[in-house]
């Protein structure tokens, strides 16, 4: 059976380094300044296939034995799981069947059709996501590579907070988002095993908050499919590996409103020069809504990706700017 350690997460990273970026670290003197703190960003909107998700993905496919692999992969994800998971198949050459909502981004879906992938829509629900993942699994003998409940999956996130945390040393703090819980899982065992005294944290939108209300039940709560702009985070329920891993090794997790995740996201873009989609501002959010305390440390930030609809951004439809 898979494990979640430092060990498994170094193996990971020898793994799946010929096919990923060393993303870059940003700082940005005016966000330092605003908020009393050092930030630093992990740039992993300009990972492979546009996301973080290439680590996991990558690491989960060429994990597989061969016979595991013959009948290719399946996954359901809202767009950037599908596309790592595409890519990751072409590179192994073996085929990727990937079932998204349908009402998954339309910058997502391209993405995952660039890499080869057969998409299956479904009704937006995980249900739905769930029920048509296990009949095209059933049909084609293909192989689950669950989107997060997956720890050779969270071994391949954790690579991320490894280099970040060579690359900024002496981290106070590291926040990344949660949805599913695969990157924070990673995220956390790495950072903690390299530096016991940080601390970890996971943000998600208020509007889907399974997680935050799982952490303080101490038990996993599955919610209504929440209808936040942070579309990479409308997970239902925690995954159930990741959940006691959670609840081991993170400090806290903070919700922040959807206001606050387009304002972060906006500045972000003004500040850093960066494309970046709603699920990765969330972060930030939770320093802007000072939904925790950074002052005067230092403090990490994982910018988890860039793929997103650039003819929907939210602040040209809140400023009555969204063309036709």
């Not at 072409?90 to 085929?95: M, V």
């Not at 769930?130 to 192989?143: D, L, P």
């Not at 952490?215 to 919610?223: M, T, W």
């Amino acid at each position: 059976m898979p494990s979640l350690d430092l060990p498994a997460i170094r193996a990971a990273h020898e793994r799946i380094r010929p096919f990923i970026k060393r993303t870059p670290v940003f700082t940005n003197e005016a966000i330092d300044a605003a908020c009393g703190a050092h930030l630093f960003f992990k740039g992993e909107n300009l990972q492979m296939a546009g996301a973080f998700k290439s680590r996991g993905a990558c690491n989960a496919v060429f994990s597989l034995t061969d016979a595991e692999a013959a009948n290719g992969v399946v996954t359901h994800s809202s767009g950037n799981h599908a596309a790592a998971l595409a890519r990751a198949a072409q590179l192994r050459g073996i085929t990727a069947h990937i079932v998204m909502p349908a009402n998954a981004p339309q910058s997502k879906v391209q993405n995952v059709g660039s890499y080869g992938g057969w998409i299956t829509f479904c009704e937006p629900t995980l249900t739905a996501r769930e029920e048509a993942c296990a009949r095209v699994a059933a049909q084609t003998g293909a192989t689950l590579v669950h989107p997060f409940d997956d720890l050779r999956v969270a071994a391949g996130q954790g690579t991320a907070a490894v280099e970040f945390m060579e690359d900024a040393p002496g981290l106070d703090f590291i926040l990344c988002p949660v949805g599913g819980g695969g990157l924070l899982c990673g995220t956390a065992v790495a950072a903690k095993a390299l530096h016991p005294g940080i601390r970890v944290i996971g943000v998600e939108p208020a509007l889907a908050d399974d997680v935050a209300q799982s952490f303080r039940a101490g038990r996993r709560i599955s919610i209504p499919t929440p209808a936040t702009i942070a579309d990479g985070l409308r997970t239902n329920c925690t995954g159930e590996k990741n959940f006691p891993i959670i609840q081991r090794y993170v400090d806290d997790i903070i919700t922040v409103s959807e206001e606050g995740i387009v304002a972060a996201m906006r500045e972000l873009w003004e500040r850093l020069h960066l494309i970046i989609e709603p699920s990765a501002a969330v972060p930030y959010a939770a320093i802007m809504e000072k939904k925790l305390d950074v002052r005067g440390r230092r403090a990490g930030v994982i910018l988890t990706g860039g793929n997103l609809d650039l003819g929907t951004l939210p602040w040209l439809k809140a400023d009555g700017k969204q063309s036709a």
